[in-house]
């Protein structure tokens, strides 16, 4: 077992029974977070890994928290921090997590159709949070700091930092658009695929929503369908996802975003890759996808 797994563990073993909860901690996930079961407690750990590599402090997993509460209480259907002690966010040791309630999961895969109509859901839901409580474009702007870390890193060739500087150029002529192409600036997700799906008992569950920020909802339908518009892939849950989605938004927007989304994804993947090398050729597809 890796040491920082180890680590992450014991602290979410260790917070728990100060609570009075003893557990034997199940990994049921390791990517940009680690997910923990404390067994045999309906409890969930989510512990922050190389997101923490450029993430500094809890105030990012606060929001999640916060907004997933916020949601909660309107009926949509979101993953739920826990009620039976304090939910965290926790910073010890360089680790930051937060503690959340177990979801009843299906052995079927996540729905597109129900995927879409509860992302609609919540969007409505999301139209009344303060706007002050969330950042504007939050995602977009921490994506430019992960950039410049990954370029300082050489994890770039010559080709991939020019195909790189020109696409950023034409995203920031989207972004200083954007607020005037759409009627929906508002609190959205900020990374809103399908993998950030559960397929609960209770329905398509939106988890992750530490990158929630203020924007378009063309944003959260962009980060959908960008494993489709880039690779050909998930297509009859994607399509069925966009086709359940019963809200407004602008196609044209949308589209552009799509450019918009990929360079987000670029250099979290160069970061995630400092754990997970097999990440870097699907980075370099994302790059060799610029077109412009």
Known sequence: MPE???RALDLARSIAAGHGYESAPV???DRSNLVLHLAPHPLVARVAMATSLARVGIEWLAREVEVAR???ARGALVTRPTEQFDAGPYEEGGLVLSFWELESVR???VLGEEAGRSLATAHRALADYPRGRLPS???VEEARAVHARALGRDVFTDDERERLARAWAVAEKTL???SSRTRSMQAVHGDAHLGNVLSSERG???????DAFFGPVEWD???LRSRLDLFGEDREAIEGAMGAYDAPFDGVLLADLGLVRNLQVIPWLALFAERQPELLPRMRARIAALTT
């Open 4 to 6: 920082d797994v180890a």
């Open 27 to 29: 990994v049921l996930a």
């Open 70 to 72: 916020f949601l909660d």
């Open 107 to 109: 052995e079927v895969k």
């Open 137 to 139: 474009w939050g995602g």
């Open 176 to 178: 200083a658009s954007a």
């Open 204 to 210: 398509a569950v939106w988890t992750d929503w530490e």
């Open 221 to 223: 339908l962009a980060c």
